[in-house]
């Protein structure tokens, strides 16, 4: 009988093991991506926490049984055990991660870290299942502000991500540098701000988005000009590329606004 407890024990010491890797895992991603969570961190740590606590009374229940055989019959073998082991910790976390999300809200990137960047677009890549292509490989080196905000998009809703920059005249000029090579088309920002039907945007819905078989087009530019576009002032805004879908709109660009020295890669 003192083998069956000790048997039992150990289940349940693996499983306070794999509920508190959760919660360290947890914690982790929210530190190296800037996972805005709200009330998911409270509420998915509380919960692993309260299954860390309830399992460690059972131990504690265990260390004081009562050494009848009647006792031992209630502590059941560990071969009904071992199957749920890792499968009940694990479905009841994974059950409750869900349930917390879809209740609350997806959760979102919000980092205003530049060491959390490349782990940012590693989770938008891999969990959002999002390509970030448009975002550089590298940050400038001199950066007086950053910020990096995703939206993985819910239901129909469209996937949203903007990295708004701040840097020196040379970071400017590679960044400049980069987008003209990549543009399909380029805008001026105060003209664009000021009427976003000009000639020039005109222009390139003619020659950019071609009719269908039926003469139809979706011919949607919203570019997402972030904190460069916010400000007036002498920039650019250079379209990379769009769907033209005025439903599921998604225009990739790259937003300079010169006077501020300011960057938005907006997708």
Sequence with gaps: MEHTVAVNKKVITIRICIYAVCIVSWFIVVLLTGLHTGFHFFLITAFFAFRIYRNIRRIRKYNGCITSEESAVKIRPVSDEVIFTVLTPLAAGFIFFFSIIFTL???TINSFS?????FSKLYIEKAGGTKTDLLPDKLPETLTYYNLWYFPGFLQASPMLTLDLTTDDKGIAEIQSEA???AVASFDLEKYNADNE???VKAFKEWYFKPDDHGYTNDTIRPRTGAAGKENGRGTI?????????NH???ESITINFDTNTVTYGA
């Design 105 to 107: 809200q997806i959760p």
């Design 198 to 200: 000009n000639k020039e």
């Design 238 to 246: 250079y379209i990379i590329s769009s769907n033209g879908d005025w």
């Design 114 to 118: 530049p060491s959390q960047y490349k």
């Design 180 to 182: 003209e090579k990549l």
């Design 249 to 251: 709109q998604h225009t």
